[in-house]
Nanobody, 124 residues
Framework: QVLLVESGGGSVQAGGSLRLSCASS????????MGWFRQADGKAREGIAG???????SYADSVKGRFTISRDNTKNALILQMNSLKPEDTGLYYC??????????????????WGQGTQVTVSS
C-alpha cells in the first residue's frame, strides 16, 4: 500500500495562488491514474484534476484554466498549481492513486490509495 502525503495548503485571498504537493512513499509509477480531489464542508468529494499513466490530463470545469496538475518525477511527487483562487475553491484537498478500472481519472470511486488531505482556505 502506497503512502501519500499532501502539503502546501494554507489561507490566501481571492486571486492568489497555492502550490500543493503530494509525496509518495511507494511506487506510483504503475498507477493507472493519479488525481487531486476536493471536499468542501457539507459536500461530496469531487475530482478536480487527474493524470493518467500516459500523461493524459483532465480537469473539472470549475478549475479548468486556473489549476495545473503535473508530476515531479525526480521527487516522485504529484503537483497541483492553483492560480486565480476563488472562495469556492475552499476545502480539504486530497491526492489519490488508482491501479485498476477506467482511464477516467476524475472518478473517486475507483481510487484505493488516499492521502490525509491538506486544507485550502480562500477568503474574499
Amino acid at each position: 500500500q502506497v503512502l501519500l502525503v499532501e502539503s502546501g495548503g494554507g489561507s490566501v485571498q481571492a486571486g492568489g495562488s497555492l502550490r500543493l504537493s503530494c509525496a509518495s512513499s511507494g511506487n506510483t509509477y504503475n498507477s493507472r491514474c493519479m488525481g487531486w480531489f476536493r471536499q468542501a464542508d457539507g459536500k461530496a468529494r469531487e475530482g478536480i484534476a487527474g493524470i493518467s499513466s500516459g500523461d493524459a490530463i483532465s480537469y473539472a470545469d470549475s478549475v479548468k484554466g486556473r489549476f495545473t496538475i503535473s508530476r515531479d518525477n525526480t521527487k516522485n511527487a504529484l503537483i497541483l498549481q492553483m492560480n486565480s483562487l476563488k472562495p469556492e475553491d475552499t476545502g480539504l484537498y486530497y491526492c489519490a492513486a488508482k491501479y485498476t478500472g477506467s482511464w477516467f481519472c476524475l472518478d473517486r470511486d475507483e481510487y484505493t490509495s488516499w492521502g490525509q488531505g491538506t486544507q485550502v482556505t480562500v477568503s474574499s
